[in-house]
């Protein structure tokens, strides 16, 4: 749900300038494969570019190839190619070239950097098969997004895992369920009852008392003849978990290697707190890593970088430091305060009070920004739309025009990240139980970003907590108006930076 004003913006923005030159302070925070919100499948290699954009990279990459044959030794030469490659998403081609340019010169910090950043998205690439980590939670999640993307067979092998992890949780079981009695729906819409009959039993095997399963096959219409044979146990194969192990282990062995890179980098480039920052993303994944400590030291080297921030406030969060938690999302809020932005939106106000009559709060929608109206003048760029423009020839942009929307794109990234912050803290805030702090600032995170749908929802919780029926439920409307909208968030892969 996030990001989806600056799509259109971001999209002229890889099409017509190098991507190396876009995002280069914010590209770390905004990757779209480090978005925990973010489903990448193993298979997609979408860059979010034009046609022209990739063949022009592809063109650099044939001249790089020239330039090396004449001159073998030149470590830049390797480490400009494999940021090539990185751009291409050519994975194991970029970590290839980092290793010849590291053993070139063993001195180059970029290199190591950039040769970690490779190994995290490939640990990634590992972890995103069955989901964003190994924990039954997380797996049970990833496969409700499966589920929801239609990915039925993806979604029963991700499913079976949670429950392998977790065997006594009724919830992974019921999901699983549901996915079963979806796919058998799709093959009877298929006019392919015997295996729609084969999903509802399956079905019925996770929960013997799924009365839509029961209902399903007790009226599907199988030809004469047919038996359905039940299954004694439900089939939870042991191929399967095995080849889950072997991607937890590469997976690990991926982050382990980032880490190491990142580390030699902060020893080569003591002064520069990316390192620390990106050891303390690859540290959530992997636990050998103290991720206080590495935003710790990002801060100390950087003081005015609200993302370190917000990453430790998170990490004192999960950990029940509530009052240093507090305190570093503050320091975000301010520092993310004195940060350029665009305009706002919508002015949002405090909600009408509960005195109103339902008629009353109808009548001021246009008064009171409680999401009726902040939702409704929005336009997206559909899936479709996308797809289509990234062929299409684009016009020429001048270098003022190509400023211009840079500039936006990033006073736009400081509404959402100013939003977020307001967001966080406000959920930290209702587990302090101070209800009026948070409604606060879940209202300043909707006024920063009118598509906040998690802001409309804890905001919706607070007011019910206090009596406020009436507004709460016009807050949990807005927030299912944004979220059942088909929005596209149209994202570029732009994975080489500044270092």
Same mark, same amino acid.
Request: with cysteine; aromatic share 10%; proline share 4%.
């Given at each position: ?134 924990s ?36 992974y ?38 009365q ?40 690990q ?8 890179? !990142?580390? $030699? /980098?902060?020893e &080569?480039?003591?002064? #520069? ?5 990106? =050891? +303390? *993303? %690859? ?6 890593v103290?991720?206080?400590?590495? !935003?710790? $030291? /990002?801060?100390? &080297?950087?003081?005015? #970088? ?5 990453? =430790? +406030? *998170? %990490? ?14 503050? /320091? ?8 350029p ?5 919508t002015? %949002? ?52 025009e ?15 990240r ?23 600032d879940?209202?300043n ?53 500044k270092?």
């Amino acid at each position: 749900m996030r990001y989806r004003r600056i799509a259109i913006s971001l999209f002229l923005l890889a099409a017509n300038i190098a991507p190396a030159n876009a995002w280069t302070t914010l590209r770390d925070e905004f990757d779209p494969e480090l978005d925990p919100y973010y489903v990448m499948k193993p298979q997609d290699d979408s860059l979010g570019w034009s046609k022209q954009e990739i063949e022009k990279q592809n063109a650099k990459l044939a001249k790089m190839a020239d330039a090396i044959a004449a001159d073998p030794k030149n470590s830049k030469l390797f480490l400009k190619r494999a940021n090539y490659n990185f751009e291409l998403k050519k994975l194991e081609a970029a970590k290839s070239d980092y290793d010849k340019a590291i053993e070139l010169d063993s001195t180059l910090a970029t290199a190591y950097y950039h040769r970690g950043k490779v190994c995290e998205y490939l640990g990634l690439q590992k972890s995103t098969l069955y989901g964003m980590d190994f924990s039954a939670k997380s797996l049970n999640i990833y496969g409700v997004k499966l589920d929801e993307q239609e990915d039925w067979p993806t979604a029963i092998k991700v499913l079976r895992l949670a429950i392998i992890r977790d065997p006594k949780n009724g919830v992974y079981r019921r999901n699983l369920c549901r996915v079963h009695d979806r796919y058998g729906d799709y093959f009877l819409n298929l006019k392919q009852p015997t295996k729609a009959a084969e999903e509802y039993r399956l079905a019925l095997d996770v929960d013997r008392n799924h009365q839509q399963a029961k209902y399903r096959l007790k009226h599907v219409n199988l030809p004469k003849n047919f038996k359905l044979v039940p299954v004694a146990d439900y089939p939870l194969s042991s191929a399967l978990l095995e080849d889950y192990k072997s991607q937890v282990s590469a997976m690990q062995g991926f982050y382990a290697a980032a880490l190491y890179n !990142y580390m $030699k /980098a902060a020893e &080569l480039a003591p002064q #520069n707190s990316k390192p620390h920052f990106r =050891r +303390a *993303k %690859v540290g959530e994944k992997n636990s050998s890593v103290d991720i206080a400590d590495e !935003y710790s $030291k /990002a801060i100390q &080297l950087d003081k005015n #970088n609200a993302v370190y921030f917000m990453g =430790r +406030a *998170k %990490v004192f969060n999960a950990i029940g430091n509530l009052d240093a938690a507090s305190r570093d999302y503050s /320091a975000a809020i301010d520092l993310i305060s004195k940060l350029p932005k665009p305009p706002k939106q919508t002015l %949002v106000e405090n909600p009408p009070s509960q005195a109103d009559s339902k008629a009353e709060v109808a009548g001021k929608r246009d008064d009171f920004s409680d999401g009726a109206d902040e939702t409704k003048t929005m336009q997206y760029m559909t899936k479709e739309e996308f797809e289509a423009s990234k062929n299409e020839a684009l016009p020429e942009l001048t270098a003022e025009e190509l400023e211009k929307i840079e500039r936006n794109a990033e006073l736009e990234l400081n509404l959402i990240r100013e939003s977020d912050a307001f967001y966080e803290r406000g959920v930290l805030l209702m587990k302090q139980q101070k209800w009026q702090e948070a409604k606060a600032d879940f209202t300043n995170a909707i006024a920063a970003r009118v598509d906040n749908d998690d802001a409309f929802e804890k905001r919706s919780q607070v007011l019910s907590h206090s009596g406020n029926r009436i507004d709460a439920e016009a807050d949990m409307q807005s927030a299912l108006r944004i979220r059942a909208g088909d929005k596209f968030s149209a994202s570029t892969w732009s994975p080489i930076e500044k270092f």
